[in-house]
């Protein structure tokens, strides 16, 4: 995806203030942002600012013009919080801050009922290789190609909790960096905050999975409510 489109994702205390009709409520969140990816759904996942590891995922439909919020869930992010996605690093533990396409979802059980977004099911030879010196970094592989180290990859079928239910988020997927990072995701709780990723109760990870539409385009934003790290589009 492009770079250098940049939108801010306010805190909810200054919602009310923009635009909005007296008496009509809030404006919704997607309203306040200057991209949402060009389609007609949204995921918004926000934090209260960067060295938080909990806040809130949200997802939008765009109805005639106006934004619908179509549901939401506690999230979880990573444990080293949150940081601009431009200057992520590998390993770090962060959650990477920005706009994203949703390239498909994979799970290791079957696909909720409704799903339409390319789902693909983990098997034995599932892997997520974060090998910085492979030719398939940041790209699911089965089975696992041998420039690329079991030890530095991540057997999907060994998270069967995690990753019941997942999307993957395009953060360095389209034309990878090395050494930005790899492997981050939309999916299902664990016992506490992600390595990276961002996490919902399994519910909530099937109704997206449900709800999102190819034809929509849906994308997915990452920010914080202190407007203390900008989304940007990459």
Not at 31 to 58: E, F, K, N, W, Y
Not at 124 to 141: F, I, L, P, T
Not at 203 to 232: E, F, Q
């Amino acid at each position: 995806m492009r770079p250098g489109v940049v939108l801010a994702l306010v805190s909810a205390s200054c919602l009310a203030l923009l635009g909005a009709a007296p008496g009509s409520g809030p404006v919704p969140l997607p309203a306040t942002m200057a991209d949402t990816g060009g389609g007609s759904q949204l995921i918004v996942a926000r934090a209260p600012d960067t060295g938080a590891t909990a806040g809130t995922v949200s997802w939008w439909d765009l109805r005639d013009g106006q934004w619908v919020q179509a549901g939401s869930a506690p999230a979880r992010f990573g444990a080293g919080g949150l940081v601009e996605g431009g200057s992520r690093v590998q390993d770090t533990k962060t959650t990477p801050t920005g706009l994203y396409d949703l390239p498909f979802g994979f799970g290791t059980k079957a696909a909720p009922a409704g799903t339409t977004v390319e789902y693909r099911p983990v098997g034995d030879g599932s892997w997520w290789c974060q090998d910085n010196a492979s030719a398939s970094y940041n790209r699911w592989v089965d089975p696992l190609p041998a420039d690329c180290r079991a030890t530095e990859s991540e057997h999907l079928i060994d998270y069967p909790g995690q990753y019941a239910y997942a999307l993957v988020i395009g953060f360095n997927y389209d034309r990878p960096v090395r050494g930005r990072g790899a492997g981050i995701f939309l999916h299902v709780n664990g016992v506490a905050a992600t390595a990276g990723c961002v996490s919902v109760p399994e519910g909530a990870m099937r109704r997206i999975l449900a709800w999102a539409r190819p034809s929509a385009k849906p994308h997915m934003a990452i920010g914080t409510d202190s407007g203390d790290t900008a989304v940007t589009r990459y």
